[in-house]
């Protein structure tokens, strides 16, 4: 449960455009690709992602800097129970920490707190003027936490996910538009049994690092690279998408760091819409290619492109 300020190494009152320069420079520093043979580098991308996920959300932003909710973007709960699963939560008799992959394991209870707090099970409780108070419905049974892994692609695309509950079952989760880590799925009925009926299952979603393509809100960003051919003349090139590659046309002169902008290519929107893709060209020069050489030694370099700043 890492600070998402710490995370990216910006000031709790950082603007969005700092948070977003401070991402990107972490992004590019990690990225997968450049780091193959660094898995610590792999997970560190994750953390980053997370936390750009969280402080680009303005309301997960406040509810955080409010303590409402952690780093992970879990609520805290009371009493110094936060961020896993603890008996006692809405909806259920509390949760049952469970990794899909992994087995369950038991969390504090905070029950007996409650009820000493607010009359139960102990004898006195409350009592109206009218007699004793009804007695309480039956429990139900426990509801079992899941974090189920997502694949970018997945996510983007709401591509249907298949998961095994604890009992051995399957089911068929939607995902929701608008998902993103942190994501939670309430599947009732699913949980452990109880006298008054059983549980739910609390389905927490963690979307995985792409090696290309990074999620700014709703907008999925790649930077692409291109030849200097094709920066020149300009012209259709194949251009990766969530989806299926499509053709983009490079302007003629097009230089690094200028981004094309592919609408409805990104994540799906709570609204209905989707965001778009945002490509990032960047030229890819060739380290040793004799003709390039020859032709630039005849070349008087195009001018200044620093003249602007004084140099």
Request: charged content about 25%; hydrophobic content about 35%; proline content about 7%.
């Amino acid at each position: 449960m890492a600070d998402p300020y710490a995370t990216l190494g910006v000031a709790r009152g950082a603007s969005e455009a700092d948070i977003k320069k401070a991402y990107r420079k972490l992004a590019k520093e990690l990225h997968p690709d450049r780091n193959k043979d660094n898995p610590k580098a792999s997970e560190r991308f994750s953390q980053v992602t997370s936390a750009y996920d969280l402080l680009t959300d303005k309301d997960k932003r406040a509810r955080f800097d409010r303590g409402e909710i952690d780093g992970d973007g879990n609520p805290t709960s009371p009493f110094g129970y936060g961020g896993g699963a603890a008996r006692g939560a809405p909806g259920g008799g509390g949760f049952r920490s469970q990794q899909f992959d992994f087995g369950a394991g038991e969390s504090a209870d905070v029950s007996d707190i409650f009820e000493g707090l607010f009359g139960g099970r102990t004898g006195g409780g409350f009592a109206s003027g009218f007699g004793r108070r009804p007695s309480a419905p039956p429990p139900k049974g426990e509801n079992l936490a899941y974090r189920l892994p997502v694949s970018f692609i997945d996510a983007a695309t709401l591509a249907p996910q298949r998961v095994t509950l604890g009992d051995g079952r399957t089911i068929d989760l939607k995902l929701p538009a608008g998902v993103e880590t942190g994501t939670q799925m309430r599947l009732a009925g699913k949980g452990e049994p109880g006298v008054g009926g059983p549980g739910d299952a609390i389905v927490t979603i963690e979307v995985q690092p792409h090696r290309y393509f990074s999620r700014e809100g709703d907008d999925v960003r790649l930077d692409l690279p291109i030849t200097l051919k094709e920066a020149v003349e300009g012209g259709a090139v194949k251009c990766p998408t969530v989806e299926r590659p499509v053709m983009i046309t490079v302007p003629a002169g097009s230089t690094s760091g200028k981004t094309l902008r592919l609408k409805g290519k990104g994540f799906h929107r709570k609204g209905g819409e989707r965001g778009d893709q945002l490509v990032t060209l960047w030229i890819d020069v060739p380290a040793d290619d004799a003709a390039l050489k020859a032709f630039v030694a005849g070349w008087n370099g195009g001018g200044n492109p620093r003249e602007g700043m004084g140099v």
